[in-house]
């Protein structure tokens, strides 16, 4: 079965920056695209980015576009999301999602395993 761990979240000012990591085991990200998703408190959990198996196609949601990056490296089973300039919006707990939509959907129910998720506070 293929998990997923999410990493580098944590507390950062508006306007700072962050790279999570999501690392996977049990099977290989390079069969899968891959999502990111996040849920702030009291809302559902919206897609962020999605990246595809070979990386040739990358989705951003309109909120996030020019100050977010996503990128896989498949031989380290990695994919991550660059953020930058964050702001207090940004706020909730990001989750990874591995799926074979084929297109870098930013759907939930388009992808089958996710990881526990990391909290990311933009706050000063």
């Known amino acids: 079965q293929l998990l997923l761990v999410e990493s580098g979240g944590g507390l950062v000012q508006p306007g700072g920056s962050l790279r999570l990591s999501c690392a996977a085991s049990?099977?290989?990200?390079?069969?899968?695209?891959i999502g990111w998703f996040r849920q702030a408190p009291g809302k559902e959990r919206e897609g962020v980015s999605a990246?595809?198996?070979?990386?040739?196609?990358?989705n951003y949601a309109d909120s996030v576009k020019g100050r977010f990056s996503i990128s896989r490296d498949n031989a380290e089973n990695t994919v991550y999301l660059q953020m930058n300039n964050l702001k207090p919006e940004d706020t909730g707990v990001y989750y990874c999602?591995?799926?074979?939509?084929?297109?870098?959907?930013?759907?939930?129910?388009?992808?089958?395993?996710w990881g526990q998720g990391t909290q990311v506070t933009v706050s000063s």
């Open positions: 990246i595809t198996k070979a990386g040739g196609i990358a």
């Open positions: 999602a591995a799926g074979t939509p084929g297109w870098a959907t930013l759907s939930v129910g388009s992808y089958d395993y």
């Open positions: 049990g099977y290989m990200l390079m069969y899968y695209d």
